[in-house]
């Protein structure tokens, strides 16, 4: 019988056991690449396992120049002269169509048009139009694709910074970061998934907090690890005097033994995660001093990021930091830049953001792409909705302000699989509704988790008896954004 079902399947028992080896050491390397591949499934999902993408990816990472407070779309990227014709006319009620508005202005009995104090030209191939105050984006518009089109649920601040960065304006939901990691996870066992870097500006700023930033019901490991722009670029990773290295491995031993001991009494997840953070935590002080020392960048750097990139805590030494850590295997890197909300003093304030901001950003991308990193990592910019096309209050050409506008508002992404040198949405001649291809909020994150190889309804996690995702219960993938 042996022999018949040996010669049927032309194979013996050495040919079986040689195949059947290499199939073991198959498995136990996937096991070691990535840990979660033979964890168990639930019955009610068929997502894959935690680690790998749905589908191959253009973007193996992201970083998102978050600029919070709501940066005018009109002194930056939304060229309308019309404004500058109708200067001083109300707004017509046709085209407001009694949006609800913020208490700031809701109670104005003139909505007066006010167009920008700034000049715009047209740029590189695609001919977009950049406002004067943004001269090194403008010489990288064949990298990006501009997003003309954003809006947002939200009027308000907090309420809209918090539904742009956990899909949800209530607070204890995850964030976009935390999510990719949860579903990617690190490509450097030495350095956390997801990192924040924060800076400000000389304008108007809006608080961020650690919500933005948070792993909601999500494992601690996935919360985003804020870098300081102090002498300790991670709070409380050094050890302490009289502490050496030697002695910190062994009370993190003796430590884990007691976590695991709580943890065979209470089945509590927390536990494993505290245990792996303080395991991640004495990796990381290797890896970060080295990571963050930005002096030993060479000179041709510096000048393309500018002198402050040597200033820790700017918008420009964060920036070179985001590409030091995107490219030593950090999933989502996330820069806040504050000081963007112009209610007042448009004239004044916006030039010293811009400026903050403008030639580090466009460094970049370019240090980047040289590097031969930009394909395959998407940047982000933008903020949390835009501004009205009207003034807040008394205009003149010298001084007005603008108040808060959801409908419509611009944000660009470059590399990472988009669409380079493009324009994407179209709004009406005031530019205040949009008239062709909207992107939402859930839009927005459906595609980004598509670039990054995931399934944006898939990527699921259940939590008191729900089904949770960053895109909720809603959200398409934009085609039209995608190379």
């Known amino acids: 019988m042996n022999e018949f079902i040996e010669n049927r399947l032309n194979v013996n028992r050495r040919h079986f056991l040689g195949k059947a080896a290499a199939g073991i050491g198959s498995l136990a390397l996937g096991s070691l690449l990535v840990p979660d591949l033979f964890r168990g499934g639930d019955e009610e999902s068929d997502a894959l396992p935690l680690g790998i993408?749905?589908?191959?990816?253009?973007?193996?990472?992201?970083?998102?120049?978050?600029?919070?407070?709501?940066?005018?779309?009109?002194?930056?990227?939304?060229?309308?002269?019309?404004?500058?014709?109708?200067?001083?006319?109300?707004?017509?009620?046709?085209?407001?169509?009694?949006?609800?508005?913020?208490?700031?202005?809701?109670?104005?009995?003139?909505?007066?048009?006010?167009g920008s104090h700034f000049q715009f030209k047209q740029y590189g191939q695609s001919g977009m139009?950049?406002?004067?105050?943004?001269?090194?984006?403008?010489?990288?518009?064949?990298?990006?694709?501009?997003?003309k089109t954003m809006n947002t649920e939200a009027i308000n601040h907090d309420p809209a910074l918090t539904f742009l960065q956990t899909g949800a304006q209530q607070g204890n939901r995850p964030s976009m970061g935390a999510w990719v990691s949860y579903g990617l996870g690190s490509d450097n066992k030495n350095l956390p998934a997801f990192s924040v870097l924060l800076s400000r500006g000389k304008g108007n700023g809006q608080g961020v907090y650690?919500?933005?930033?948070?792993?909601?019901?999500?494992?601690?490991?996935?919360?985003?690890?804020?870098?300081?722009?102090?002498?300790?670029?991670?709070?409380?990773?050094?050890?302490?005097?009289?502490?050496?290295?030697?002695?910190?491995?062994?009370?993190?031993?003796?430590?884990?033994?007691?976590?695991?001991?709580?943890?065979?009494?209470?089945?509590?997840?927390?536990?494993?995660?505290?245990?792996?953070?303080?395991?991640?935590?004495?990796?990381?002080?290797?890896?970060?001093?080295?990571?963050?020392?930005?002096?030993?960048?060479?000179?041709?750097?510096?000048?393309?990021?500018?002198?402050e990139c040597l200033v820790p805590g700017?918008?420009?030494?964060?920036?070179?930091?985001?590409?030091?850590?995107?490219?030593?295997?950090?999933?989502?890197?996330?820069?806040?830049?504050?000081?963007?909300?112009?209610?007042?003093?448009?004239?004044?304030?916006?030039p010293l953001q811009a400026r903050d901001t403008d030639r580090a950003s466009a460094a970049l991308i370019t240090d980047l792409k040289q590097r031969g990193l930009l394909d395959e990592t998407l940047v982000i910019w933008g903020g949390e909705f835009g501004r009205t096309?009207?003034?807040?209050?008394?205009?003149?050409?010298?001084?007005?302000?603008?108040?808060h506008h959801p409908r419509a508002y611009c944000t660009w992404m470059a590399g990472g699989g988009v669409k380079p040198g493009t324009v994407?949405?179209?709004?009406?001649?005031?530019?205040?509704?949009?008239?062709?291809?909207?992107?939402?909020?859930?839009?927005?994150?459906?595609?980004?988790?598509?670039?990054?190889?995931?399934?944006?309804?898939?990527?699921?996690?259940?939590?008191?008896g729900r089904r949770y995702r960053l895109t909720d219960v809603a959200g398409k993938v934009l085609p039209g954004l995608m190379a």
């Open 129 to 147: 139009w950049i406002s004067e105050l943004f001269p090194n984006i403008a010489n990288i518009v064949d990298d990006i694709c501009m997003i």
């Open 314 to 350: 700017t918008f420009a030494a964060n920036c070179l930091l985001a590409r030091k850590l995107s490219e030593a295997g950090v999933r989502f890197v996330q820069l806040y830049h504050q000081g963007w909300d112009q209610h007042g003093n448009m004239v004044g304030e916006m």
């Open 389 to 403: 096309n009207y003034s807040q209050g008394t205009a003149t050409k010298d001084n007005y302000g603008r108040d």
């Open 53 to 114: 993408s749905h589908f191959a990816p253009k973007a193996k990472r992201v970083i998102y120049l978050f600029q919070n407070g709501a940066p005018s779309q009109y002194e930056s990227f939304e060229y309308k002269p019309m404004l500058n014709k109708l200067a001083g006319q109300d707004l017509p009620d046709s085209i407001r169509k009694g949006q609800r508005l913020t208490g700031m202005t809701a109670n104005q009995a003139k909505f007066p048009l006010v």
């Open 210 to 307: 650690s919500k933005l930033w948070t792993n909601g019901f999500l494992d601690s490991t996935h919360q985003g690890v804020v870098f300081s722009s102090g002498e300790e670029p991670i709070l409380y990773l050094n050890n302490p005097e009289g502490t050496d290295r030697t002695s910190r491995r062994k009370m993190l031993d003796n430590l884990a033994e007691l976590n695991n001991m709580a943890y065979d009494d209470f089945g509590d997840p927390e536990i494993k995660a505290k245990v792996q953070q303080y395991e991640m935590a004495y990796r990381m002080q290797t890896a970060v001093p080295e990571l963050t020392d930005l002096s030993k960048e060479p000179d041709h750097i510096i000048k393309m990021y500018g002198p």
């Open 424 to 464: 994407y949405g179209e709004t009406d001649e005031f530019g205040y509704n949009v008239v062709r291809d909207p992107v939402n909020i859930h839009d927005f994150h459906a595609t980004v988790m598509h670039l990054m190889g995931l399934n944006h309804e898939k990527l699921t996690y259940k939590h008191l």
